[in-house]
């Protein structure tokens, strides 16, 4: 069965800082997405990613698959600490099914 | 502002209860979706249902019985449920179910604890 796994688990940042968050799967990726989830809460909708080399961008946050399909980052530039929370990468995997990484927590510090 | 609502927000019960869970969502999908997302373990897809019939059960026990009457609305009922089973309980819908990159949308869940 096909896995996501994210890195770094975990995340502390200063205010103004870049960072990186990396979704790595077991299989090709035919849909990639990602959200963010304040704790307690739902997951909110960032982006999708569906093509190979495809790189999409919403204020602040860019998100990039690789050309193999089996690689995304999220990448925040001049982080705030509104950028806080956890964010978790999602997979198709096969009819019905979806899949989710065990996410990563950022904290910004102001 | 979401368009998937859960209630309640938190629930309390003891393992003899029998509760529910509600999810609405008012976004015109026609596939919902139940999660159970527990500490350190990623989201666990627990039941989808498309156009109200159920597609996916993901060997999920008998104490966890979900109801979908229509598209925008889905239920969880609750019976002689464990400790372990103390998690936030997540819905959500999507345009359609069957994958084909569309991203799915998420009620804010209920804190579930059992005690």
């Known amino acids: 069965s096909q896995e996501l796994e994210q890195s770094p688990q975990s995340l502390i940042v200063q205010e103004g800082k870049n960072l990186t968050i990396n979704c790595t799967s077991s299989?090709?990726?035919?849909?990639l997405y990602w959200y963010k989830q304040k704790y307690g809460e739902g997951l909110i909708f960032l982006m999708m990613?569906?093509?190979?080399?495809e790189e999409k961008s919403h204020e602040k946050i860019t998100a990039k698959l690789d050309e193999k399909k089996q690689q995304s980052s999220l990448h925040i530039t001049a982080s705030q600490p509104s950028h806080a929370g956890i964010y978790l990468c999602?997979?198709?995997?096969?009819?019905?099914?979806?899949?989710f990484g065990t996410g990563t927590r950022l904290k910004v510090l102001a | 502002e979401t368009g998937v609502t859960q209630t309640p927000r938190h629930l309390v019960m003891g393992m003899t209860n029998k509760k529910s869970l509600k999810c609405e969502q008012h976004?015109?999908?026609?596939?919902m979706y139940w999660y159970k997302q527990s500490a350190k373990k990623p989201l666990e897809l627990m039941f989808v249902?498309?156009?109200?019939?159920?597609?996916e059960n993901n060997s999920v026990p008998s104490r966890f019985s979900p109801e979908c009457p229509n598209s925008s609305h889905l239920f969880l009922h609750l019976h002689t449920l464990q400790p372990e089973d103390s998690a936030l309980y997540l819905c959500?819908?999507?345009?359609?179910?069957?994958?084909?990159?569309?991203?799915?949308?998420f009620g804010d869940g209920t804190r579930l604890s059992i005690l």
């Open positions: 959500a819908s999507s345009r359609q179910g069957g994958g084909g990159n569309q991203p799915q949308h």
């Open positions: 299989k090709t990726l035919y849909g």
């Open positions: 249902y498309n156009f109200k019939e159920q597609t």
């Open positions: 976004l015109g999908h026609n596939a």
């Open positions: 990613l569906q093509k190979g080399g």
């Open positions: 999602g997979a198709d995997s096969g009819t019905y099914k979806y899949i």
